[in-house]
């Protein structure tokens, strides 16, 4: 049996950072896996991302100890099931707006009596730890250590946090800053400084806090990262592998050429 | 047609930085190619790069005005022939140790009567420009605007410098400094600044001046690139894709643990 | 025109040997198609296996005269008919539980009238034989050949047999015994030997009968296998391709370790 | 910022030539994207094109200005937000068949307020121009320039149509005439020269006029192709890239062969 | 045991129509191995194709009775083997000229004691037929059916002429008339109208026939094929599926915008 | 720094029991990877593997502590250095059948000064463990710890068996039975029972213990592996993975017709 180690952090008071993972490649997964990350999910939705290519990724992080988990691209039980079979620990799910959404996600990843996962785990028996004669007991704890995170990203989520919050098998909550901003009407970056986009998202964590859920959030520098976690949030994302090679890049480049012009 | 913008850049006097792309993905490409690198080579020596996603990176890099350049993993003429047909305007190729070695390169890649290269330019009719009528007038200009440079990375090189600069066809030289501190007896990274290998260095450039080959060079920062621009060479590398994903990943986990820690 | 020889076999009251492909690779699909089944099934649900690769796997199987049928991972219309257009003579669909869900399967599986099925048999139109002239008449006889398999694996499920096997397009249906186990609140393994289990296989194997709709099962042994077939099930797989290269391996490895030990 | 040329087009009173690809491959797509078309719309539906092949077709288009589309195979927010996100400048959508239909498909595809597309723009921020930054402005302009286009190819659809039309968002619609010939009882080819199939396609043409929506059809020779343009359709797709390979490859075959037994 | 029906077309006194895929694409091989052509070959030379999607492009040609055959991008025994065991029943090989460069061509084509290629036919054993037991006799009579073409294509090569013809083991020679033209001193294209071209390719020809080699050539239109036949070749390639692809394309939408033009 | 396990099983005087992976596919080379074997090897000379599928291959068995071995398609420089950089820890190369290309063989798998090997490893600086800030000390052991194992399989080879045994930085040396046979004249598969083959392969392992150099071969079954162990080989491959598919599927389905027939 393998822990999710994720669960142990916070049962330890700590926040989980986490990695992001948009760049369709075994190979810069890996380096990702290596650079310090208590975990790292692989992007389905906004990432160049389908299936076939997150099943090398989630193979790449299994070479380490870090913790892979997916965000899915829309609350789809073929997609949700499909994924943890490949050895996701856990799933950050799209536009979960009541608890309607929330216990139809819950039920995909969850295997009987609490949900209806088909049983079949084909890669996570191997990538599960155990795997003794082909399968062992992964299925015994799957329910137990499997995080399913529903992402709050709108009105309508705010307006329902509570009946989500108390949806069993919920395992964390999880907030896009661009798209609640979006939804409150703001700019996709700018609007997170936006005095009734930190009140949301204030509000959010409260309620959170309230019934003993972790809340997650994506960050888009170190310091909103820190400031972050010293909020409350539990589970942080730094950036993402994209952003990561495009603004080093770049900042290399430019460190070349403003030398240059300089002297 | 379509100009090798590199040499303009060389008759202006000015120097090339050239991106780096070790990470066998379209995408990552297609992210560095946006950066204001003014050439970007594909690595299919050292980088996890095979020909068939090669072909995909080139055609992200021709959604730029970049110029695509691709260091071979040997002097052979299969792969430097498809890697020019697939719309590569130039090649680095490790390990020229003689006149020999660097005929036999330049006859690959060159037309009749230069050289011996197959006449095919499946892609590079399209990625060079015109492809009017399927085709176009590539193969007029091929042998004058593509760049083929080889390697000086072993104390061989160094004895037949004069001989290697003096090939006709070579369109510029690279020195691999890791390379180069190994075949002189020093380690790959730190037997940089080691004065015999700066003497060889500056030894290389020097010849290279002499007859009027420009000289390139991979750098591992920023200080080192604005170093060797300075020092004479007339294209620099910064470092490559999956070492700015690393560096920068690796900063920000370390420096989100730094701050929570000191705080 | 190709017919389904699936058929064939069972006008002769013969039943189908199935085989499994859950490893996303067209080589290990071809090797499977080469070994003696009358069919091979792509599992795209539990199989590490989406659509691009299935594709590959499809084209190897049409190499010999075995029928390809596909799992598909989700009743979503989507999946179902862009597998059928690339070559899959049948489809097997999970939880099916009432006459709905078995109406918007076979709706989606069917030209019009009797569904929705939408026009563009791209592969279908080569593998499925004739092909003269870029097409043939495929759409002709596509309804009656295409087999929409159902799978029979929760309460509900059982519940709605009747409604199920009565509507009309269902060529066949097939048990998952493991989620079927799991359903009735057993272990997807061991439960498979319960009574109240066998019971509803039984049953659902009887009612197949009553309604004249051949029923298949997932099998996990020879012996189990040919049980099943004297019990009357009219098509059985045997394990799948992923079982089969793990449980040799390990019986080889096992055999030379064990017998070093012993002597 | 990029301008979605086919609104150029259509504000000049020209109709848009469309290309398609059906073949899963980004050389086949570069080559159809250097032949002058004005668009090209990559086909998930009965092409057999998965979502990560499409992303390198995408790219392939982006080393020129034509503009690129994509058929999705179903109204999904999932695949419509990923391939917007990965550069399609607009979603052709099959079988919307009412309001219902069409609000879902648009409410995707449009960011908040005139939907719930999500933000991420990971590749659309590289080619749609700008990209200063690591995302430019894109944003900003995606709702007016990114075109919705459903397919009207049901009874029901036309019944619908002035619902369809009038839904806000909608760019374009367009015609499947071999399912539309299906839907209405005929041949899907042959079914196209029946007179019902006639006046259904011409009652749709003149709502779409009356609501000032353009109309697209797929075209199967140039002939058809300059008569529906003739007829007033804005947009007309030439066959397939597939089709095109295919007839003209036993065109050449049947050529040598039929000159040989002449003479 | 399967028969390279290539020799019976030559032993009927007839030519061999083949044709040529540069699309790195099972699906477009597919669709090319339907059109009537007696064999397909694989260009790895100057199609973007490498080995590991040539495999499949392999794959896709054994769902007919077409003879696949590949062109090497070059003279070396690593992939002149690998192409073997995956199915390849012959190979056409650039740039031979001299009986040494033959003899090295055939002696890694041929089990011992002909020449020294290595055992194991991993996917042929499939792919030529019987395949009973895990690999049939495939290598008792590879060495006879199994076709080793070289091209020739340079004045060095014309010159030996003689020593290739005689080199045991060669099946067919071929010419590359783009190479010979440009090796001539010509335009890779118009100047195979060129009076020494002419001669040269006459000769080529007189020599193949002299020694009862049979000749092969590359063609560009129907009515070259149907002369090089007349003229003696008893194998021509024409075009390839990209060109195919190319001109329908191009023809189509030049076809739409002239009648538009001109009405 | 990551310690070659299979030169500890040697020191404790035990055999080290390999595993073949032919399938181009890092799936079934994970399973492969959790059956027990003590190393892998990736075939790429008659495995349908290529060197980017390769890559996940090693990918995949890195989530185990097997260790990775390749087997390159020929004495290439370029593979040899481009699939250690890739993570393999080390080397079976066919054909060496005298001291100039065992020596060869070495000095393009170790750095300088015993080869030169280049610098760059770009995966295996992650895969060999440390990997802290970006590299660690790979450089430092490869050389000791990179196996490398040259083919014994030719007449010429065994001629000059003692040169290449003694040629510095042999790790190890293979047998391959088949090419071996074939070598002799004999049949690939029941050759192995001929008096000269068992002669000739005595006469390499006596000579192997002789200077001290483990021998290793290739066997077809349990009872064969054991025999060979106990003759004092210290490495036995345990067939491949595509053979071990392809019996156990043909024994299933062998094992459901004849129980039936009998029945």
Redesign the interface.
Same mark, same amino acid.
């Given at each position: 049996m393998r822990k999710n180690t994720i669960k142990e952090i916070w049962n330890r008071g700590e926040?989980v950072?986490n990695?992001w993972c948009? &760049?369709?490649?075994?190979? %810069?997964t890996?380096?990702?896996a +290596?650079? =310090?990350?208590d975990s790292i999910t692989i992007d389905m939705?906004?990432?160049?991302?389908?299936?076939?290519?997150a099943?090398?990724m989630l193979?790449?992080i299994?070479?380490t100890s870090v913790i892979p988990l997916t965000r899915v691209?829309?609350n789809?039980?073929?997609?949700l099931?499909?994924i943890l079979?490949?050895g996701s620990y856990g799933v950050i799910c799209?536009?979960i707006n009541n608890s309607e959404d929330a216990e139809s996600l819950v039920r995909a990843c969850k295997?009987?009596?609490q949900g209806?996962r088909?049983?079949?785990p &084909?890669?996570t028996k191997? %990538?599960s730890g155990g795997?003794i +004669?082909? =399968?062992g007991d992964y299925?015994n704890y799957a329910n137990e250590e499997t995080l399913v995170i529903p992402q709050i990203?709108?009105r309508e989520a705010i307006r329902n946090l509570d009946e989500i919050l108390t949806t069993p098998g919920i395992g964390a909550i999880y907030i896009?800053p661009?798209?609640l901003a979006?939804?409150l009407?703001k700019e996709?970056?700018k609007g997170q400084s936006d005095p009734e986009f930190i009140e949301a998202r204030q509000e959010i964590l409260k309620k959170a806090k309230h019934y003993g859920i972790p809340a997650g959030i994506h960050t888009n520098s170190?310091n909103v990262?820190?400031e972050m976690?010293?909020e409350g949030f539990q589970l942080?994302s730094?950036?993402s592998?994209?952003?990561?090679?495009?603004?080093?890049?770049?900042q290399?480049?430019?460190?070349?050429?403003n030398?240059?012009i300089q002297?």
């Open positions: 926040s950072i990695g948009s &760049i369709p490649s075994s190979f %810069s890996e380096i990702m +290596h650079q =310090g990350f939705q906004h990432g160049l991302v389908d299936y076939q290519v099943v090398t193979q790449a299994s070479s691209p829309w789809d039980p073929a997609i099931m499909k079979d490949a799209p536009m295997y009987p009596p209806y088909s049983f079949g &084909i890669r191997y %990538s795997a +004669h082909g =399968g299925h990203e709108t896009g661009s798209d979006m939804a009407g996709p970056r170190v990262a820190v976690i010293k942080v730094l950036q592998d994209d952003r990561f090679l495009m603004s080093r890049a770049k290399e480049v430019e460190g070349v050429r030398t240059l002297k």
